[in-house]
């Protein structure tokens, strides 16, 4: 390991490794007119969905999310409507954006083949699976 790069810190390398892999995803993802970003929350929104509740599922808080669903709204490939109550945002896949989704699904697919092909397939099982539970062990929203 390059020691200008070498840390104990465990974001550290989080982080460094998730950029790197959606540097992968977003060149996959480019002839659709999509980054990593913006498909991950394209596929989270199926059905209207509210912001909070998209935010919580993206891992994103608000502020970011809405300043992430500006492009896709301007592209036309999500809406946003009011909740049932006035105050709630109602974030909608428009049939433009399930097309966008159709499209970037298969670059997605080859993406995460190749990422898996160059890992290997039980190593990046294992990784899923200990994400997810690094994920479910983490506290939920700041901590001071």
Not at 67 to 88: F, S, T, V
Not at 126 to 143: E, K, M, T, V
Request: with cysteine; glycine share 6%.
């Amino acid at each position: 390991m390059d020691p200008l790069t070498a840390s104990p810190c465990t974001c550290f390398r989080l982080r460094r490794a998730a950029r790197r892999l959606s540097q992968i995803y977003d060149s996959y993802l480019a002839p659709a007119g999509l980054s990593l970003n913006a498909y991950s929350i394209l596929r989270r929104a199926p059905q209207p969905r509210l912001l909070g509740d998209l935010a919580d599922a993206l891992g994103m808080d608000r502020t970011t999310l809405t300043r992430n669903l500006k492009p896709l709204l301007q592209a036309g490939w999500l809406e946003q409507r009011r909740g049932e109550d006035a105050r709630q945002r109602l974030i909608v896949i428009t049939p433009a954006g399930k097309a966008c989704l159709r499209r970037a699904r298969p670059l997605w697919q080859r993406a995460q083949h190749d990422v898996e092909a160059s890992f290997g397939a039980a190593p990046t099982a294992r990784l899923n699976a200990l994400l997810d539970q690094l994920d479910q062990s983490l506290p939920h929203g700041a901590h001071a």
